[in-house]
């Protein structure tokens, strides 16, 4: 067996094998998961047990992942139906850690809940596992199937607590639309191979430009549909209904789950579509920059009218996937890097808030409002500055990951010429301020309603370290953002079009050499 | 290996800023550690003195003519904009680092003393380390920005140690008013800077100054408006016309601050300034010719003041703003190193004064704390015959008065001499300079009279401190005496650092300076005076000091003094020299009371409140909120009415897509 990773033969099944091998730890581990929790699943312990072995299974592709990463893996040969390359290895180290992290999250959770159901670890990593293969996809069948196994696991994921009402309104709803909106996806999908007679994204590419299809309606019709089932997946406006009511009824780390690995797998896919099949289609140019608009205002705005916590938190992953938008909305090369370091910022922002949400909330968690907070910080000094650091990085206060994050988004979105778009993300984010900072009032400047007011609220050793790992490294990377700025660079150029054949076709903005 | 250790140049900055760091921490939680304080305010300074006697020992063995710079990390990249953090080493820097450290090693040891008794000791030797780091990186930063953090780091210890004692109001805004006048001053130094790089496209000083010959047209507006601007930074923080007036009021710190920030090191940032962009001012005769004359005018104008002054401290502190004058007409005549000389001699002298008179008045706070007495310890007036209490004092206070005067062969003479005959030779060619150079002399003339009298009135005559106080008048500790008899050593040979070659020297810091000097030395006339010219000159300097100080003395009666409170109130010029010419009242007229009318009247009341915090502030927030309010009725928790909504967007995106 000789393997070169630099040029890995995907014809070849030893070599696929080894592209493969995050995916196929990951389903392992799950197989491993759901055997075990079939005899086991009745106590506490069998829920550890489940949520130490979804651990090792996530190390295990982690470790696959890094290792090929490490070995600088490239794929070689003709367009097969999975990427090898940095883009898809960075993003499943993304998608891999939110998992553990949520894992964490969850020991305490459920043990405070009591919600016996070790499967929801099982369904964790099968949801992760999609995922991993919606970034690594390079054919939209690839494409849809991980999306789907993504999308299935977590309708389950959050009607997991059967006992609650709003947790099974949120999962009915969510499924509901979620088959309403992959049936689009899946139409679009039809029309593009109907243009293309292809679904490989990089021969869909090529046959866009050497058929001269940039103006065939069937194709235009076909990605304004896959725009629209990722702006579903994404919650950008108006395809967010679903985000709201969702986020609030499913349980808190699977909430946190959904805001942070969902956004950027859907993130992730539509990153790889648009710039290797449709690089040279300037008509999504215009689309994204409405999506982004509409997604950066209203989510926002409709933030600030929130009472409680977790419905805030909702609508500003909503403005989030707005500015996000914003630099998949500049197509160039240092958007593909602000993209990429965004979405690393806004996972460890989002998911420590609800981590410290979910600690916050006992079975009425539903109701936390932004006044219960008061007095926080005389009372639980370190759980107040965590949350606070978090809301200081959702706005971007330099100092933080979410400043660099969204500073190098702006300057992206200047230099392609988006001055307007980056003048309504700053005018966005100073809206941000009035429903972020009053979290940070209320903790700070408000007295304790009582003695007893925090004494409910308990974040467990894990949930501790996970928090404090993610705030470490929020303000770590607000100070020395160079290392994972580079690796975003080039994880973010690793996505390209294939070389233009028709010499009339302007060259694709994503070619942007840069090498590691 | 001179290089490898010039890289640790590091050190140098490092110690006192180290200092900072552990004082300030021991001011927060042991602030009566008083031993544990001293020893590691003082420690810190003597260290990076050796620090700085090496790193300048090594650069002298190589004496490079480019400037050595040491980049230590990427600071502010943005777009074209590079800003490392750099220092940079050349013999100016050379020069202004052993200034900095050694003089400041001396105040060190003497505030080990004069503070002795003070409650906010531990702080007090923070805010002094903290001052030295930044005075160092002023002169040692390889770039605009970076000295201009030491430019601001100094200005802010300079306000926390004016105002050091800020129970006190009147010490407080003293503080207040130096830090806002320095502001004035700032905005300039800043409005250079952004036309420098507009200009230049650098704010390293080696491209700036190495391109300055190509991109400015010689004599061009830009050029002289860079200098300007840079000027009125100088104005600010080196006390001159028109922004002079902070520096008497930041007489309220305690005295070895006014020693060390207020005559020896940091009023003089403005002078190393002008030095550092030599090449700038030579490109603008207009900018050079305003130094020098702002330099002249305010050397005789603070002199007038100072003849009336009764505050010990007061004449000393208008005694520095002329003499700053004196070091502005230097380098704007383009005598670089004739500036930067009185500088170095003005920094051994006036550090001397300052702490003699700090001794004087510990003497006399100590003997009216002990009878009780509620009178001023700094009033002349209440002084007299003190040399037979503080002899070590009083014999080196009149050293460096001999020095400050220009009676050879001290210090100060060699300096002053230089740049009044610089000035002379320069008006040869150019009359304006004739007038620069009379006004110098006849600042001479003031500082040798106002001077005498400062040291008539208080170590001679008879003693009017008190009946009661007077047995209770002794010399300060060694701790303080022993600092100022090396300055007095200092004051009385600095003059070999350059000795003319007109009498047998080697001009030795004038060579030293010339690589700094050298682009600028190119682009002026060079005129050159007979030796008899000079001698005369010299004769002439000599005798104008001579009769300063003789008129003093004949003119002057002591004796005929009487106490503080007990003195008539003065009348004609005498107040008006009293009351400083009004120039406080005059701004308060024009400047101060205007300003806060507006600020109060229109800025506040009606365009903060009513239209920005009102309309914009409170307005757009109701708006957003009721935008929000609308938004979230629409989620009405309603599938049937999401998918419309859905189906509305993907019309939309169809359609968008199709157009």
Not at chain 1, 285 to 290: G, K, M, S, T
Not at chain 2, 538 to 545: D, E, F, K, P, S
Request: a neutral charge; one cysteine or more.
């Amino acid at each position: 067996m000789n393997l070169d990773f630099q040029a890995l033969d995907l014809s070849r099944t030893c070599d696929l094998l080894v592209a493969l091998a995050p995916e196929l730890a990951l389903t392992l581990a799950a197989l491993v998961v759901l055997l075990v929790v079939a005899w086991r699943h009745r106590t506490l312990e069998d829920v550890r047990l489940a949520g130490w072995l979804t651990l090792a299974g996530l190390g295990a592709a982690g470790f696959a992942a890094w290792f090929l990463w490490w070995n600088g893996a490239r794929a070689a040969g003709i367009p097969a139906m999975i990427a090898v390359d940095d883009f898809r290895l960075v993003a499943d180290w993304l998608f891999l850690g939110t998992a553990a992290l949520t894992v964490l999250v969850s020991f305490d959770y459920l043990a405070r809940e009591e919600l016996w159901v070790p499967e929801y670890f099982a369904l964790l990593l099968f949801a992760t596992l999609g995922m991993m293969l919606m970034a690594g996809a390079e054919d939209l069948m690839v494409l849809f199937l991980g999306l789907e196994l993504m999308s299935i696991a977590l309708y389950v994921l959050a009607g997991s607590s059967r006992r609650s009402a709003s947790g099974a309104e949120a999962a009915l709803k969510y499924f509901l639309l979620g088959a309403f909106a992959s049936g689009f996806l899946l139409y679009g999908i039809a029309l593009v191979y109907g243009a293309t007679a292809t679904t490989n994204l990089t021969l869909i590419g090529v046959q866009v430009v050497t058929l001269g299809l940039q103006h065939s309606t069937m194709l235009l019709i076909g990605l304004g549909l896959l725009l629209v089932g990722f702006g579903f997946k994404v919650a950008a406006v108006p395809f967010h209904m679903w985000a709201p009511d969702v986020y609030d009824g499913s349980p808190t780390p699977i909430t946190g789950y959904m805001a942070t690995a969902v956004k950027a797998a859907a993130f992730a896919a539509l990153f790889r579509v648009l710039g290797e099949s449709f690089a040279a289609v300037p008509a999504w140019h215009a689309i994204v920059w409405w999506l982004a608009v509409a997604t950066m205002v209203v989510g926002n705005l409709v933030a600030l009218a929130q009472r409680t916590l977790k419905r805030m938190l909702a609508y500003s992953s909503i403005a989030h996937a707005g500015y996000l938008l914003v630099a998949v909305a500049t197509g160039t090369g240092a958007g593909a890097a602000a993209f990429l370091f965004y979405l690393v910022a806004y996972t460890l922002m989002t998911l420590a808030a609800f981590a410290l949400l979910a600690a916050k909330g006992t079975n009425g968690e539903r109701d936390v409002r932004i006044d219960d907070l008061a007095g926080l910080a005389q009372r639980r000094p370190w759980l107040a500055l965590a949350l606070a650091v978090c809301m200081l990085s959702l706005l971007g206060i330099p100092g933080t990951a979410g400043f660099i994050g969204k500073w190098y988004i702006l300057v992206a979105a200047t230099a392609s010429g988006q001055g307007l778009l980056a003048a309504i993300l700053v005018l966005a984010s100073v809206i941000s301020a009035g429903y972020y900072l009053p979290v940070i009032m209320a903790m700070y400047m408000q007295p304790e309603p009582s003695a007893e007011a925090h004494a409910g609220m308990r974040l467990g050793r894990l949930g501790s370290a996970v928090v404090a790992a993610a705030v470490a490294g929020l303000l770590f990377f607000g100070v020395r953002p160079n290392r994972l700025l580079d690796i975003a660079r080039v994880s973010g150029a690793s996505v390209r079009a294939a070389p233009a054949v028709s010499s009339d076709v302007t060259p694709a903005p994503l070619r942007e050499p840069t090498g590691r | 290996m001179p290089t490898s250790l010039l890289g640790a140049l590091w050190v140098v900055p490092a110690l006192p800023l180290l200092g900072f760091l552990m004082n300030g921490a021991l001011a927060l939680w042991r602030p009566q550690a008083r031993t544990a304080v001293s020893t590691i305010g003082v420690a810190v300074l003597v260290l990076a003195c050796g620090a700085a006697v090496a790193a300048v020992a090594g650069f002298a063995g190589l004496h490079p003519a480019a400037p050595l710079v040491i980049r230590y990390w990427e600071w502010m990249p943005v777009g074209d904009l590079r800003v490392d953090f750099a220092l940079q080493f050349d013999q100016l820097s050379a020069v202004m680092v052993l200034v900095v450290t050694g003089v400041g090693a001396l105040i060190h040891v003497f505030s080990v003393g004069y503070m002795q008794a003070d409650a906010g000791y531990a702080r007090y030797f923070a805010y002094l380390n903290l001052f030295v780091f930044f005075m160092l990186m002023l002169v040692l930063g390889a770039s605009f920005p970076v000295m201009f953090v030491g430019w601001e780091g100094v200005g802010l210890c300079s306000y926390l140690l004016i105002g050091f004692w800020f129970n006190e109001q009147i010490n407080a805004d003293a503080g207040k008013k130096a830090f806002i006048v320095n502001r004035i001053g700032d905005v300039g130094f800043l409005i250079a800077m952004f036309l420098i790089f507009r200009a230049t496209g650098s704010l390293d000083f080696g491209p700036v100054f190495g391109r300055a010959a190509m991109v400015f047209p010689p004599a061009g507006a830009s050029v002289t408006a860079i200098t300007l601007f840079l000027f009125l930074g100088c104005t600010g923080k080196s006390a001159q016309i028109p922004l002079f007036t902070w520096l008497p009021d930041a007489m309220q710190g305690p005295t070895p601050v006014s020693a060390l920030i207020h005559a020896a090191t940091m009023v003089t940032a403005g002078v190393y300034l002008v030095a550092r962009c030599n090449v700038l001012f030579a490109l603008s005769p207009l900018g050079s010719a305003t130094v020098a004359g702002v330099g002249a005018l305010t050397a005789l104008f603070a002199a007038t003041i100072a003849l009336k002054q009764w505050d010990i401290k007061r004449v000393l502190a208008y005694s520095t703003i002329s003499q700053l004058g004196y070091m502005f007409l230097g380098v704007g005549t383009g005598a670089y190193a004739a500036g930067i000389f009185h500088l170095v001699t003005h920094a051994f002298f006036k550090a001397l004064l300052f702490l003699g008179s700090g001794s004087v008045i510990h003497a006399m706070h100590h003997a009216y704390h002990a009878t009780h007495a509620h009178d001023d310890a700094q009033d002349m007036r209440n002084m007299g015959g003190l040399r037979r209490y503080l002899p070590w004092t009083a014999a080196l206070m009149w050293i460096a008065t001999l020095a400050i005067a220009g009676i050879p062969p001290l210090s100060g003479f060699f300096s002053k001499d230089e740049i009044l005959g610089a000035a002379f030779a320069l008006g040869t060619a150019e009359p304006a300079w004739l007038v620069y150079w009379a006004m110098g002399i006849a600042a001479a003339l003031l500082t040798a009279f106002y001077m005498t009298r400062l040291m008539l009135y208080t170590f001679h005559g008879p003693n009017r401190t008190g009946d009661k106080e007077r047995e209770h008048l002794h010399e300060a500790p060694w701790v303080m005496t022993g600092p100022l008899v090396v300055l007095g050593v200092l004051s009385v040979v600095g003059g070999a650092l350059n000795l003319p070659e007109l009498m047998g020297g080697g001009a030795a810091l004038q060579h030293w300076l010339e690589p700094v000097t050298a682009l600028a030395d190119r682009m002026r006339p060079v005129v050159e005076l007979s030796h008899a010219m000079e001698w005369t000159l010299v004769g002439g300097a000599v005798l104008v000091a001579a009769l300063g100080i003789v008129g003093a003395v004949r003119l002057l009666h002591p004796e005929a003094l009487v106490p503080a409170r007990l003195a008539p109130p003065e009348t004609g010029l005498e107040r008006l020299l009293w009351k400083k010419w009004y120039v406080d009242e005059i701004y308060d007229a024009v400047m101060v009371r205007p300003v806060q009318w507006l600020a109060r009247e229109v800025l506040w009341k009606t365009i903060d409140l009513r239209l920005v915090d009102g309309l914009l502030v409170n307005g757009s927030a109701t708006a957003s909120r009721a935008l929000g309010w609308l938004g979230s009725r629409l989620q009405t928790g309603e599938v049937g009415f999401y998918v419309a909504l859905f189906v509305v967007g993907v019309l939309l995106v169809v359609g968008g897509a199709m157009r």
